[in-house]
């Protein structure tokens, strides 16, 4: 590796190999990714493969979670409402504690 030159600057000393592409790069032309050293073109290709594929059933449950927020917040406040219907109406009237 002592004779090796980086491969886009070839007055400089290679300071790895990249393991997938196998060509060697000096300190600035490698980075570290997922404790592995990579070349720039190499980290792309890696990252490109590594973004998340969104399966039908998650887009589907992404659609319905607004709707089932929306549904349970009505049911709450539909129980809210019903709850409060059953208080008698004297307590409203302020006549509850009067007359007794």
């Given at each position: 590796?002592?004779?090796?030159?980086?491969?886009?600057?070839?007055?400089r000393?290679?300071?790895?190999?990249?393991?997938?592409?196998?060509?060697?790069?000096?300190?600035?032309?490698?980075?570290e990714?997922?404790?592995?050293?990579?070349?720039?073109?190499?980290?792309?290709?890696?990252?490109?493969?590594?973004?998340?594929?969104?399966?039908?059933?998650?887009?589907?449950?992404?659609?319905?979670?607004?709707?089932?927020?929306?549904?349970?917040?009505?049911?709450?406040?539909?129980?809210?409402?019903?709850?409060?219907?059953?208080?008698p109406?004297?307590?409203?009237?302020?006549?509850?504690?009067?007359?007794?």
């Amino acid at each position: 590796m002592i004779l090796e030159r980086c491969f886009h600057h070839e007055l400089r000393e290679a300071a790895s190999r990249c393991p997938i592409c196998l060509r060697y790069f000096c300190r600035e032309c490698v980075t570290e990714h997922d404790d592995r050293v990579l070349c720039a073109e190499c980290l792309k290709k890696v990252v490109a493969s590594e973004t998340v594929r969104i399966s039908p059933f998650r887009r589907v449950l992404g659609g319905l979670l607004p709707i089932a927020g929306l549904l349970m917040a009505w049911l709450f406040f539909y129980a809210l409402g019903r709850t409060l219907l059953l208080i008698p109406a004297a307590v409203h009237d302020g006549t509850l504690w009067e007359s007794r």
